[in-house]
């Protein structure tokens, strides 16, 4: 099995493009954001508590989002391997990833990171909020508080990454097919 991080800041596109790889490349798709998000319309207790921490942008509590992926990794029949979207979010959610695969005889074998500028980002977000209605992407300054905790918490797992030889950078600024393409090259490259 092989198994992808695909990172980016908030409005990078990766949820979107993590869908269509997971299809073509048969990849299990693991999104921590869709999980939460999933707590809190079903109206658990968890997702009564999380949905303050996210509404306000910041990261909820590593244990959490550890606990969920566990017990999806574990779950997971007839895959490829596994496209962690959304996490690991800190340093500390990687070498817990890292410790969880390879005590599954597996490892991280590429992270696939999308560069956007800030800019573009805004300015995504802003209109995803009017097509989606995540209260998360409603208020401009939560929106700047998420790509403040991605810079401050989040972007240090790129040196863990680079240290490992596993660092792909694509550029995710184009169109949704054109980067699918940039993204989709390097995952072959891996498949093959
Ligand atoms: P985006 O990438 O657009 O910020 P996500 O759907 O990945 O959106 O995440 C939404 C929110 O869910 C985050 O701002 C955070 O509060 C919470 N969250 C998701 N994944 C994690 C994680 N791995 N660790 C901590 N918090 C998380």
Redesign the pocket.
């Known amino acids: 099995m092989l198994n992808f991080l695909i990172f980016g800041?908030?409005?990078?596109g990766?949820?979107t493009q993590s869908v269509r790889l997971a299809e073509k490349f048969n990849l299990t798709h693991l999104?921590?954001?869709?999980m939460?998000?999933a707590e809190i319309a079903a109206g658990t207790e968890l997702g009564k508590k999380?949905s303050a921490?996210?509404a306000?942008?910041?990261?909820?509590?590593?244990e959490?989002?550890i606990e969920m992926i566990a017990a999806r990794i574990d779950g997971a029949r007839d895959t490829a391997g596994f496209l962690f979207?959304?996490?690991?979010?800190?340093v500390a959610?990687t070498e817990a990833l890292e410790k969880m695969l390879n005590e599954r005889g597996m490892k991280i074998d590429s992270m696939l990171v999308l560069d956007v500028d800030h800019d573009e980002l805004v300015k995504r977000?802003i209109l995803r909020a009017e097509l989606s209605g995540?209260a998360?992407?409603r208020d401009p300054a939560v929106i700047e508080n998420?790509i403040d905790?991605?810079r401050a918490k989040t972007e240090p797992i790129i040196d863990f990454c680079r240290q490992r030889g596993i660092y792909q950078p694509v550029n995710g600024v184009g169109s949704i097919e054109d980067i699918f393409e940039r993204l989709s090259r390097l995952v072959s490259g891996h498949i093959g």
């Open positions: 800041p908030p409005g990078s990766k949820g999104s921590t954001g869709d939460l998000r999380m921490i996210m306000k942008g910041e990261l909820v509590p590593d959490v989002v979207d959304g996490f690991p979010r800190t959610q977000l995540r998360d992407d998420r905790v991605y």
